[in-house]
């Protein structure tokens, strides 16, 4: 886990024990050098993604990329573990996904979500000489977030806290993957009005037990409703909401430290899903594999123009690189200027 992830932690340890607000931020400074990493589609985009590091050898996770649980559901795990997500269609492999994979040889590949996700023929398809498959999946979105926790449960860190979002909205899922994959800490997916599925209610049980005392909500009432994190705090956790009016405030309140620090961002669009599918691992490995020379942190904006407070968290990041996922039709050639919106 990166050194400055205690820095990164403090609105979310604040939010369990203290009382906290978002603090006054500086006005957006001079422009940062900005990168794109974009794909003609979604399927290329997660490919580019996973091509800005090195063969490995390391496993894989295939995900849907016709919906969003799955891949963001495994985005924590793919940014402590540096294995990528790559797309595929329910009943094919796209080209740029299959040449992905070439390059990387994984010895492993992880199918993430059932045969209504991924059908048996890819399945079968991504069995190659030397590659074991192994479908990870539950009866639904949260069963299969659950065991992707449950295959290989993370230790509790000195900050014992698991992330919780809606299973139904992808903005707040996205960015608690992102944080997962900086903090090192597992994300579970919730019905916005419950009731707590069985899958989730075992795994934080057995999450307890290792040692997890904490649950950090992203999502406000609406996402994540009142009932919900009654269910929550009833089984034994201190639970509090990452604050923020919108996923976009939130999206910053998750990781801003109390004053200037030293990060570089990740921006994607928090109107749309595919292109922040496969962003966790960049988000959480870019600077071990010396891309980025400061940890990275994800944002969410606007398509035509950045929030205020995204844009004011950005400049007290101080970064050396911002880095936008996806095209100019997700995040316009405006935000990559640095426009404010009104």
Not at 57 to 71: K, L
Not at 311 to 316: L, M, T, Y
Request: neutral net charge; glycine residues 10%; hydrophobic residues 50%.
């Amino acid at each position: 886990m990166p050194r400055r992830n205690h820095r990164l932690l403090l609105p979310v340890l604040a939010a369990i024990g203290l009382v906290m607000s978002i603090v006054a931020i500086p006005e957006p400074a001079a422009a940062q050098p900005v990168f794109r990493i974009a794909g003609p589609d979604r399927y290329t985009t997660a490919a580019l993604i996973s091509g800005q590091f090195a063969p490995s050898g390391w496993p894989v996770f295939i995900a849907s990329g016709e919906n969003y649980p799955d891949a963001i559901a495994a985005g924590w795990f793919s940014g402590v573990a540096r294995f990528p997500v790559l797309l595929v269609r329910r009943d094919s492999i796209p080209t740029v996904t299959q040449n992905e994979l070439a390059r990387l040889a994984p010895p492993a590949i992880f199918v993430l979500g059932g045969t209504a996700a991924v059908s048996d023929a890819v399945f079968a398809q991504l069995g190659q000489p030397g590659v074991t498959v192994i479908r990870i999946a539950g009866a639904d979105r949260y069963a299969t977030a659950a065991q992707i926790v449950n295959s290989t449960p993370p230790p509790p860190g000195p900050f014992a806290t698991v992330l919780v979002a809606s299973g139904t909205d992808f903005a707040d899922a996205m960015i608690a993957g992102a944080a997962g994959a900086v903090y090192g800490m597992p994300l579970l997916l919730v019905p916005p009005n419950g009731p707590l599925p069985l899958p989730v209610v075992t795994t934080l049980t057995n999450l307890a037990g290792l040692g997890f005392v904490n649950i950090a909500i992203m999502g406000g009432p609406a996402e994540v409703s009142p009932a919900v994190e009654a269910a929550l705090a009833g089984l034994g956790f201190a639970v509090a909401r990452v604050p923020g009016a919108n996923a976009y405030e939130r999206s910053v309140a998750i990781w801003l430290p109390l004053g200037p620090g030293a990060y570089d961002i990740v921006v994607t669009t928090g109107e749309n899903w595919p292109d922040g599918l496969a962003g966790a691992l960049f988000t959480g490995q870019a600077q071990a594999a010396g891309i980025t020379p400061n940890q990275n942190v994800m944002v969410l904006t606007r398509t035509a123009c950045v929030p205020g407070v995204v844009a004011a968290g950005i400049a007290a990041a101080a970064p050396s690189r911002i880095t936008i996922l996806g095209g100019n039709a997700a995040v316009s050639p405006a935000v990559e200027a640095g426009t404010v919106c009104p």
